[in-house]
């Protein structure tokens, strides 16, 4: 059994006649130890997807429509309030998208660790606070004495991130949900945190979901990947079969635009005309079809569904 | 750089000894930048990059004098800038145009945008209404967008769109020279090429000349003609865009190449982060800025300042701040 299944969650927003579909029929899996990457541009729904996934986000506004959702044998879809607390920061780390979501700038950084565990951890104060110097410690933060009593906007980026870190796995969860843990970093930091979330992925045996834009990073980091537009899974898959061989025309112009090390100077860079169409704006057809280059009459009439291999799945009519 | 045999025509931008210090309260302050020496060809693509507060962005401002340095001076077609009195800048100005990275802040939401384009024309008091309209639909047309947008506001188009609006308005008063502050880094991956094509074609028909600043090396490469890689306000490492890459010689520059995170899974994965973070440019390491991060450090690395060493061939100028090589 997986670990972490989502099957067909759809979620909308607002209510009547200006309820928007946000979300539609997304189905993934993580299993222990293993990373899965979803990525796609700002605005498809990755947040939403995830974090509605474990039931994190407000409702109202948000609407889950449909959907199971299971964290190993609990039902996440059907579980009270009461026994989702137990779960969130406990069996599922969460880091934010927005650092300030899960620190408080008005508690010390220690007392925010030793919270965090406490809710959920029969320890006296001095076995929390061991524990939280030796999650610090982990997470490759030198002198954390020092560190305990520092507020959150005296840390500098790279800390501030370690310290989010740390606070998302001082329960030792089973399952880890980083919502663009390293956008906001330096590529240097980003590989040295990326490094430290594959060395505790392998030393807890967490799984991983990962929300990136970066195609880069997914590369580097994740085991298998989800590619979103416009709300929904248009292409999943092993991280090498997916940068091998996309399948979806949007993964294989995303992968074809970005520049690389190795793309020649000066030549001009193949593009993906137009743009993301709003999620109030979806076409009745195939998202992607006003700005795919394979696109026939049918794919302006129906939606084309996840196909595929169980190893790679994409929705397209008419894939490279 | 090992070309003061030029003569000075040749620049069109020459940076020597350029240093901004910021007064902090308490009488504290920060060295944003420090003493940054180089020259810019006209038509030259100069990449800036280093990591967040290295002082990218306070050398842009610097050279267009958005901001007044410290010490050093700056010269634009042989004038040094940083002597202008006002009125005479205002004019010089028309000739160095910024483009920011944040499309959504650096354009008033309550103007349309052909009015947005037509502003620095009318600054300028440029040709006449007639003309200026005109003026405007070309710009339009130049950067890709219909002319009925010069009726719209800023919040009907997207990210990629407004970029474009931000260009078509740099471009107005036909400058020579562009700096362009993480032009790409806030548009969707999708996008970003195409604004990045438009830079290049705008480059080719127009010759300008663009200071591209990124903390994208990717992207860097595949628009720079030069690269220059910054730490703690210097420039650590200089020289053709090739030569950097395929032999960068910096400590800084290897570990900056190294941790780019490219879209290839099979791209080795054994690489050795860099450990520790850029030091507060408050308190800067004493000798070399790099030691306390550097694997190679020496003892008079703690000690004595590396200065910019041409390491170069007599074609390709590469310059290097590093004691193992001098
Ligand atoms: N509270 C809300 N009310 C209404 N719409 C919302 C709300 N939160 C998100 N949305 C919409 O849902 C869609 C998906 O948003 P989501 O935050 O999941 O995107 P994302 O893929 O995470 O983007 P980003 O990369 O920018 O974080 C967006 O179009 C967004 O405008
Ligand atoms: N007006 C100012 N007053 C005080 N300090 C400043 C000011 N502007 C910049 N600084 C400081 O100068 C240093 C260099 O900043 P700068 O914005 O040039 O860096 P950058 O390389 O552009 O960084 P980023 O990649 O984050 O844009 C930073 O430490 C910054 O905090
Ligand atoms: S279904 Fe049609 S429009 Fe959609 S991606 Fe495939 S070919 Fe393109
Ligand atoms: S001068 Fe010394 S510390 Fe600085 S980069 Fe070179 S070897 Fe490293
Ligand atoms: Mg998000
Ligand atoms: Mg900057």
């Known amino acids: 059994m997986a670990l972490f299944s989502v099957d067909e969650l759809a979620v909308s927003f607002g209510r009547g006649a200006s309820r928007v579909r946000v979300v539609d029929g997304v189905s993934f899996a993580v299993d222990r130890g293993e990373t899965l990457g979803i990525v796609g541009e700002s605005g498809c729904g990755k947040t939403v997807t995830v974090m509605s996934a474990i039931r994190l986000l407000p409702a109202p506004p948000s609407h889950i429509d449909s959907g199971r959702m299971s964290l190993g044998e609990v039902d996440l879809r059907s579980l009270p309030r009461q026994s989702l607390r137990d779960i969130w920061g406990n069996r599922i780390g969460v880091v934010f998208q927005d650092p300030m979501t899960s620190l408080n700038p008005t508690y010390t950084v220690g007392f925010q660790l030793r919270e965090a565990l406490r809710l959920h951890r029969k320890v006296n104060a001095a076995e929390a606070h061991a524990e939280v110097l030796r999650m610090l410690d982990r997470v490759g933060i030198n002198a954390p004495e020092r560190r305990l009593a520092q507020y959150p906007h005296e840390l500098s980026g790279g800390l501030r991130q370690r310290v989010l870190i740390a606070m998302a796995l001082i329960c030792r969860p089973e399952l880890l949900i980083a919502d663009e843990p390293t956008t906001a970093l330096d590529v240097t930091l980003q590989a040295q945190i990326l490094d430290l979330l594959r060395s505790l992925r392998d030393e807890l045996g967490m799984g991983i979901v990962l929300i990136t834009h970066d195609l880069g990073v997914v590369a580097e980091f994740c085991d298998r990947v989800a590619v979103m537009y416009a709300g929904r899974i248009v292409e999943s898959a092993a991280v090498k079969a997916l940068f091998e061989s996309p399948r979806h025309p949007y993964t294989d112009g995303l992968l074809a635009s970005i520049p690389r090390l190795a793309t020649v100077k000066g030549s001009r860079l193949p593009v993906i005309d137009g743009m993301v169409p709003a999620p109030g704006e979806r076409p009745a057809g195939c998202a992607f079809a006003q700005r795919c280059p394979r696109a026939e009459a049918r794919c302006r009439e129906a939606q084309p569904l996840l196909a595929g291999s169980p190893e790679h799945r994409f929705a397209c009519f008419n894939p490279v | 750089m090992g070309a003061a045999a ?321």
């Not at chain 2, 003569?7 to 504290?28: A, C, I």
């Not at chain 2, 200089?238 to 941790?259: E, F, N, R």
């Open chain 2, 6 to 326: 030029l003569p000075m025509s040749v620049h069109l931008l020459d940076v020597q000894g350029l240093s901004k210090t910021f007064p902090l309260k308490g009488g504290r302050s920060i060295r944003a930048v420090d003493g940054v020496s180089f020259r810019q060809a006209k038509g030259e693509t100069i990449g800036i990059v280093g990591e967040s507060g290295c002082g990218k962005s306070t050398l842009g401002r610097l050279i267009l004098r958005l901001i007044e340095p410290t010490a050093g001076d700056v010269r634009f077609l042989g004038k040094d800038i940083t002597l202008l009195p006002a009125d005479a800048m205002r004019a010089m100005r028309r000739h160095m145009q910024m483009i920011f990275q944040d499309p959504y802040a650096s354009l008033d939401p309550r103007m349309r945008v052909g009015d947005l384009i037509e502003e620095p024309l009318v600054i300028h008091a440029i040709g006449t209404r007639a003309d200026r309209g005109r003026e405007v639909a070309r710009l339009l047309d130049t950067v890709g967008l219909p002319t009925e947008a010069a009726r719209r506001y800023p919040h009907e188009f997207s990210g990629g769109q407004r970029q474009r609006i931000c260009i078509a308005r740099a471009l107005a008063l036909r400058p020579e020279l562009i700096v362009a502050d993480e032009p790409v880094s806030a548009l969707d991956v999708s996008i970003q090429s195409q604004v990045l094509n438009l830079l290049m074609d705008l480059k080719r028909e127009r010759g300008l000349t663009y200071l591209f600043i990124s903390h994208n090396l990717a992207v860097v490469k595949y628009v720079s003609d030069t690269l220059a890689v910054m730490y703690l306000g210097r420039i650590v490492e200089m020289g053709s865009t090739d030569s950097v890459y395929a032999d960068p010689k910096h400590p800084y520059t290897q570990a900056l190449l190294a941790a780019i995170p490219e879209p290839d899974p099979d791209r080795a994965r054994d690489r050795v982060p860099l450990q520790g973070e850029l030091p507060s440019p408050e308190h800067p390491p004493t000798g070399c800025p790099f030691h306390p991060r550097c694997p190679q450090a020496m003892d008079r690395c703690r000690r004595e300042v590396p200065l910019p060493l041409e390491r170069g061939t007599k074609e390709r100028s590469h310059t290097v701040a590093c004691h193992l090589y001098d």
